[in-house]
């Protein structure tokens, strides 16, 4: 009896050659950008203690995103569903020894128990970047210029692309103002935070039921409605005067709705959506000055941003900026004319090596018209063919599978035409 193929696990997803050359794409991009601000790569564990993302991260997140795993010794483990708590303990534990400021990414995966659909899966690749050690609007904006720059990098522009940015403290004061303190200004953070994802009138009723109707729903509506409300907030106000610098000021709006749903962010926060609204936010952070006490060290200001590859890869995909490549990493195939000829051509393919360049063997001698096919199908613009008089004059048939020419050359010509761009 057949057996039923095993299925992959909900959530997540296959990465085919062509779909693993995307992937790297993305990631040779973020490392470009990242290494020209100065950042250094860095990686945590995939595992973590439950305890370290209770010490800081929302309820929502511990209790019902993360994948919880119990050890042989009944330690509660989760498979991360975030990098910034890890970096915050990864610091702790060395910051006498760290130079200040401290500038680091990575990108790996994480896992969240969530309802998979577009835009969102349980498994998913993450871009994280950070600076921890420098308390000013200066790091702020450095990671801001670092979204637009890397926004510029995959050819995506304003007319497509914009980084809404707000404040807590300033948040916190403007609350204050309409007497909304304490543990009700968490509960309207959270509630700001779920703004876009409901409807205007199940989001009024939902604030009704948390106390928040009548008259201080009307404030804080007002509040929110308010584009110059960042002028009263100084950190800001210096925020948008080094964006300028920067070149970065046109991808930036200020949005009081913006409010982030980590409980850790403490002061200027930022998340970049596409224009029309189509998809979740693009990428968000902050700063978050209280992190690495929570864990444990002691208190260092530090500010960055996370970048998921799905949403991002529906945007790219919208606007036509998905890049065409080939999954194949061989610019070059070594055909096999024969089986007496099988060991002349792994000779040839190991020349070709040596020279620098990738080059891919086919492993058995079939008609020359399938070889050709094979390659044609992975992309792979040159093929180089080893028959009984190329052997014989030491020589090799050098075919443009794009044009259809074909030369006669040593191994040497045929690898310095080969390398030419």
């Known amino acids: 009896m057949k057996r039923s193929p095993i299925q992959s696990v909900k959530g997540t997803r296959d990465f085919y050659p062509e779909v693993m050359a995307q992937r790297t794409w993305l990631y040779e991009r973020i490392r470009a950008v990242a290494q020209r601000f100065g950042y250094q790569e860095y990686e945590g564990p995939i595992l973590e203690p439950i305890a370290l993302y209770a010490a800081k991260s929302s309820d929502e997140l511990v209790k019902e995103q993360a994948f919880i795993l119990t050890d042989r010794g009944g ?14 303990r990864m610091i702790a534990a060395r910051a006498a020894q760290l130079p200040r400021p401290m500038r680091w990414w990575s990108f790996g995966p994480f896992w969240r128990y969530e309802r998979p659909q577009k835009g ?109 409300l960042w002028r009263e907030s100084d950190e800001l106000v210096r925020l948008f005067e080094i964006l300028e610098a920067y070149g970065a000021r046109a991808l930036v709006t200020f949005d009081p709705a913006i409010i982030r749903g980590l409980d850790y962010y403490t002061g200027t926060i930022f998340e970049a959506h596409e224009r029309d609204g189509e998809f979740r936010a693009i990428l968000g ?13 002691d208190p260092l200001p530090g500010v960055g941003f996370a970048m998921g590859d799905v949403v991002f890869g529906l945007v790219l995909q919208k606007y ?53 096919r094979y390659a044609d199908a992975l992309g792979i613009g040159w093929v180089v063919i080893v028959g009984p008089d190329e052997a014989r004059d030491g020589k090799v048939a050098l075919k443009d599978l794009a044009s259809g020419e074909q030369i006669v050359l040593s191994v040497a010509e045929a690898a310095a035409q080969l390398r030419q761009p």
């Open 320 to 372: 036509g900026r998905t890049p065409a490549l080939k999954p194949a990493p061989a610019g070059v195939l070594v055909t096999t004319f024969s089986a007496e000829l099988a060991i002349a051509s792994a000779r040839i393919a190991t020349e070709l090596r040596g020279a620098g360049l990738n080059v891919e063997l086919y492993p058995e001698p079939v008609k020359m018209a399938k070889q050709l």
């Open 75 to 88: 330690d509660e483990l989760a498979l991360r569903p975030e990098l910034t708590p890890t970096l915050a």
């Open 120 to 228: 969102r899966t349980r498994e998913f690749f993450q871009w994280n970047i950070d600076m921890l050690g420098f308390d000013d609007p200066r790091a702020d904006a450095e990671l801001i210029a670092i979204i637009a720059a890397f926004l510029r990098d995959v050819g995506l522009g304003a007319g497509e692309v914009i980084v809404h940015v707000n404040n807590r403290r300033l948040m916190d004061s403007s609350l204050a103002r309409i007497g909304i303190e304490g543990e009700a200004k968490k509960t309207a953070f959270h509630m700001i935070d779920k703004l876009d994802k409901m409807p205007p009138v199940e989001w009024d009723a939902y604030a009704d039921s948390l106390g928040f109707g009548g008259e201080k729903l009307s404030a804080l509506k007002g509040i929110l409605a308010n584009g110059e």
């Open 285 to 297: 952070g902050g700063r978050y000055d209280n992190l690495v006490g929570d864990v444990g060290g």
